[in-house]
């Protein structure tokens, strides 16, 4: 499913990311398990655009994001261990069938 907005956040509505230079955007999802994500800065302008010129896209600034709508599954990168990334959808795909 992705990463679907909270309805409340302290800059509103929202999916929130930490923006790094590397152009990646970085969410912890659950703290109970330290789950990291990922995704391209680059991607979520591209599938919301710029809050800048439409008034509902993604907000940043030098520190965070937050992006208005859900963020695809297939958009999202999960840390399996420290500094390896995978796709989710592929990480998942292997923990159903392990699950079989």
Not at 32 to 46: P, Q, W
Request: no cysteine.
């Amino acid at each position: 499913q992705g990463l679907k907005p909270s309805k409340e956040g302290y800059d509103g509505p929202g999916v929130y990311f930490a923006h790094e230079p590397d152009g990646r955007t970085y969410d912890h999802t659950d703290p109970n398990f330290a789950t990291m994500l990922r995704v391209k800065f680059d991607d979520l302008i591209s599938l919301y655009g710029k809050y800048s010129e439409n008034g509902t896209g993604v907000q940043w600034d030098d520190e965070e994001i937050v992006v208005p709508g859900v963020v695809p599954a297939d958009y999202l990168e999960v840390e399996v261990s420290p500094g390896k990334w995978e796709e989710l959808n592929d990480v998942y795909q292997e923990l159903s069938y392990e699950a079989i």
